[in-house]
């Protein structure tokens, strides 16, 4: 796909990766719909956004209400006049032990509200945002492709019941809609990335920092903008679907 004056969503736009992202891919000359629930952070994305000469609105919306992605997709496909593209970026963490055991007495357990909360937004919001996406494109016979975030943690990770688990079932969704869409015209893809540096990691302790860094066979943590890039390969490779890019610096292997 040429990005040029093609309607990209991101869930998630409002800063960190999926900031990142609204901006690589505006510079490629792609108009920007971005989802948020923090309306300050949107307006500041929304003007780095316009500063490369394209179009940028922002939508206040929930990714794991329905009825409020439903309405939100509606309206960009008003406004766009098409969806050409999703980035499905939305997440959060709630991180915890299974069970947390001390001197062999259970003495805390991941609440079912804590895993209930990242599988709604990691997971439901995916499904839901991916499908009325595909709405619209089929409706409108746009060949258009989605990008899933995944992440390497989807192997199983100590103190990421919740995450794992929905990030895990994000690359299953992934497999299944490009299997599906396909028919349609519309490629699915994921991105798995691994330790990348942001506002958080800058915040660490030195010591925590090194130490991540050193896991990492090219001996730093990754960029946001080399997962942009990453996202900008999915969409503009023609014959890629169904697959999931691991950019983890080596840190799966």
């Known amino acids: 796909m040429n990005l040029e004056n093609k309607t990209i969503v991101i869930t998630g736009g ?3 990766l999926g900031r990142t992202m609204a ?11 971005l989802i948020d629930l923090n309306e300050e952070l949107l307006q500041e994305t929304a003007k780095l956004i316009e500063q490369n000469g394209v179009s940028a609105k922002y939508y206040l919306a929930n990714v794991c209400d329905e009825t409020q992605v439903e309405n939100t997709f509606q309206q960009i496909n008003d406004d766009f006049n098409g969806i050409d593209g ?6 959060i963490l709630r991180d915890g ?3 947390k055991v001390k001197d ?8 079912l ?9 990691n997971l439901t919001g995916v499904f839901l945002c991916g499908r ?6 089929i409706e409108s016979g746009s060949k258009g492709v989605i990008v899933n975030m995944s992440s390497i943690a989807r192997g199983g990770n100590m103190g990421q019941t919740n995450y794992s688990a929905a990030k895990a079932g994000v690359v299953a969704m992934t497999t299944t809609w490009a299997r599906e869409l396909g028919r349609h015209g519309i490629r699915v893809g994921a991105i798995a990335p691994g330790v990348i540096r942001t506002a958080m990691t800058d915040a660490m302790k030195p010591e925590m920092r090194d130490r991540l860094e050193k896991m990492t066979p090219v001996g730093r943590l990754g960029e946001a903008a080399e997962i942009a890039d990453t996202a900008k390969y999915i969409f503009e490779n023609e014959f890629f679907t169904g697959r999931t890019v691991e950019i983890d610096g080596g840190l799966a292997m």
């Open 23 to 33: 901006i690589s891919f505006a510079e490629s000359g792609a108009n920007i719909a």
């Open 104 to 111: 062999g007495v259970v003495v805390k357990k991941m609440s």
């Open 132 to 137: 009325e996406a595909a709405v619209h494109m």
């Open 97 to 99: 032990m299974f069970v």
């Open 113 to 121: 509200a804590q895993f209930q909360s990242v599988i709604d937004v």
């Open 14 to 16: 409002g800063q960190g």
């Open 86 to 91: 999703l980035i499905n970026n939305a997440g």
